[in-house]
């Protein structure tokens, strides 16, 4: 098992605001600890937006057990009562984020002695925020994890699994029922790497010139997931169409075959680039006499049509192709736009390139 980051600094958070309260004699420490479980982020950015949206809701939770608890006294259902006015008014100020933790405070207010309650009141709202501020220097503490390594790494795994069965079913060589499962796992898969897009994305650069490095990357990756989406597209395709495909004429199955293969081969070659593991100045070169023309590519699939179908199948059939053709033509334009940013980046930003190999990790 393989602790990750989050976990790590989830678990140095507790320690250390169980270790400021217990350092300030606060009672009920374990009311630091539980913030700080809710208040860690995967993220910098995501803490000190947390932060500010954690103040806000914990302090309107505070206030609202103060009234109510003066009000109304401690009983069950008034702290019923006042979880449902709170979740509503952090509802209707966007910050529903801050519910669960809100409602901690509210509970462990109204829970304080009759006696010196808004004493009591004060120092249990402050043991929360030792909690959601211990989380936060945490945050600040450990470095963010290098995200474009990490991203890197996972778009590749994830590509070269989906080029992986697009060879294997246009072979017809596939499981069907198992090619299903894999493709809502590579799905979810592609899903991931949003998420961790989304973190790099938010993560902030406060240099002009890294801005404008980091704006260049971003559109680089952003293109890069595309791409696998396209891919992933294509395969779905080719599981739909499998049984159509089977009953094509043998020397278009060949010829689909080929073609596929050259796209697969075109983006294992552009995975491999960028990386600096392909010299730039052959990579225009390989596989040239293999390039995918979608000209052709269509052209060859009109002709077949009017040669097999002229006594052979109804037109409708063949045409129900359509789709699978044109998934395959944008992924190939996909393909060209992620080469072209590419070769535009790499011939006048190589500076900018620091994702490390696994091999230097």
Same mark, same amino acid.
């Given at each position: 098992?393989?602790?990750?980051?989050?976990?790590?600094?989830?678990?140095?958070?507790?320690?250390?605001?169980? #270790?400021?309260?217990?350092?300030?004699?606060?009672?009920?420490?374990?009311?630091?600890?539980?913030?700080?479980?809710?208040?860690?982020?995967?993220?910098?950015?995501?803490?000190?937006?947390?932060?500010?949206?954690?103040?806000?809701?914990?302090?309107?939770?505070?206030?609202?057990?103060?009234?109510?608890?003066?009000?109304?006294?401690?009983?069950?259902?008034?702290?019923?009562?006042?979880?449902?006015?709170?979740?509503?008014?952090?509802?209707?100020?966007?910050?529903? !984020?801050?519910?669960?933790?809100?409602?901690?405070?509210?509970?462990?207010?109204?829970?304080?002695?009759? *006696?010196?309650?808004?004493?009591?009141?004060?120092?249990?709202?402050?043991?929360?925020?030792?909690?959601?501020?211990?989380?936060?220097?945490?945050?600040?503490?450990?470095?963010?994890?290098? #995200?474009?390594?990490?991203?890197?790494?996972?778009?590749?795994?994830?590509?070269?699994?989906?080029?992986?069965?697009? &060879?294997?079913?246009?072979?017809?060589?596939?499981?069907?029922?198992?090619?299903?499962?894999?493709?809502?796992?590579?799905?979810? &898969?592609?899903?991931?790497?949003? +998420?961790?897009?989304?973190?790099?994305?938010?993560?902030?650069?406060?240099?002009?010139?890294?801005?404008?490095?980091?704006?260049?990357?971003?559109?680089?990756?952003?293109?890069?997931?595309?791409?696998?989406? &396209?891919?992933?597209?294509?395969?779905?395709?080719?599981? &739909?169409?499998?049984?159509?495909?089977?009953?094509?004429?043998?020397?278009? +199955?060949?010829?689909?075959?080929?073609?596929?293969?050259?796209?697969?081969?075109?983006?294992?070659?552009?995975?491999?680039?960028?990386?600096?593991?392909?010299?730039?100045?052959?990579?225009?070169?390989?596989?040239?006499?293999?390039?995918? !023309?979608?000209?052709?590519?269509?052209?060859?699939?009109?002709?077949?049509?009017?040669?097999?179908?002229?006594?052979?199948?109804?037109?409708?059939?063949?045409?129900?192709?359509?789709?699978?053709?044109?998934?395959?033509?944008? #992924?190939?334009? +996909?393909?060209?736009?992620?080469?072209?940013?590419?070769?535009?980046?790499?011939?006048?930003?190589?500076?900018?390139?620091?994702?490390?190999?696994? *091999?230097?990790?």
């Amino acid at each position: 098992m393989k602790l990750g980051a989050r976990i790590l600094k989830t678990g140095i958070a507790i320690t250390l605001a169980l #270790y400021v309260a217990q350092w300030l004699d606060l009672p009920s420490p374990v009311f630091a600890g539980i913030a700080a479980i809710f208040a860690i982020q995967p993220s910098i950015y995501r803490s000190y937006l947390s932060i500010l949206e954690h103040i806000q809701g914990n302090l309107i939770g505070a206030i609202l057990a103060v009234i109510f608890g003066i009000t109304f006294g401690a009983d069950p259902f008034i702290i019923g009562l006042t979880a449902i006015v709170l979740i509503a008014i952090n509802l209707r100020l966007k910050i529903e !984020n801050t519910i669960p933790l809100a409602l901690v405070t509210v509970i462990a207010i109204m829970q304080s002695p009759a *006696e010196g309650f808004l004493e009591f009141s004060f120092i249990r709202f402050g043991t929360v925020m030792i909690g959601i501020l211990s989380a936060f220097l945490v945050n600040l503490v450990f470095l963010p994890p290098k #995200y474009e390594t990490r991203l890197y790494y996972k778009i590749k795994e994830t590509t070269d699994d989906i080029l992986k069965w697009i &060879r294997i079913s246009t072979r017809h060589a596939s499981e069907h029922n198992l090619l299903k499962g894999d493709i809502e796992n590579l799905r979810q &898969r592609l899903l991931k790497l949003e +998420q961790i897009f989304t973190l790099y994305k938010e993560e902030r650069t406060y240099l002009r010139t890294n801005k404008l490095g980091k704006s260049r990357k971003l559109v680089l990756f952003r293109q890069l997931i595309v791409t696998s989406n &396209r891919a992933l597209f294509t395969l779905k395709m080719l599981h &739909r169409f499998e049984n159509e495909l089977h009953h094509m004429p043998t020397e278009y +199955q060949h010829y689909l075959k080929a073609e596929l293969d050259h796209l697969v081969n075109f983006h294992e070659q552009i995975l491999l680039k960028f990386v600096g593991k392909i010299k730039q100045n052959n990579t225009s070169e390989m596989f040239e006499e293999e390039k995918f !023309n979608k000209k052709m590519f269509l052209d060859e699939f009109m002709r077949q049509k009017e040669e097999w179908c002229h006594t052979e199948c109804n037109p409708d059939d063949w045409y129900q192709l359509f789709p699978l053709i044109s998934r395959i033509v944008d #992924y190939s334009d +996909q393909l060209e736009h992620l080469q072209k940013l590419m070769h535009s980046f790499q011939n006048y930003h190589n500076d900018e390139f620091n994702i490390r190999t696994r *091999e230097e990790e």
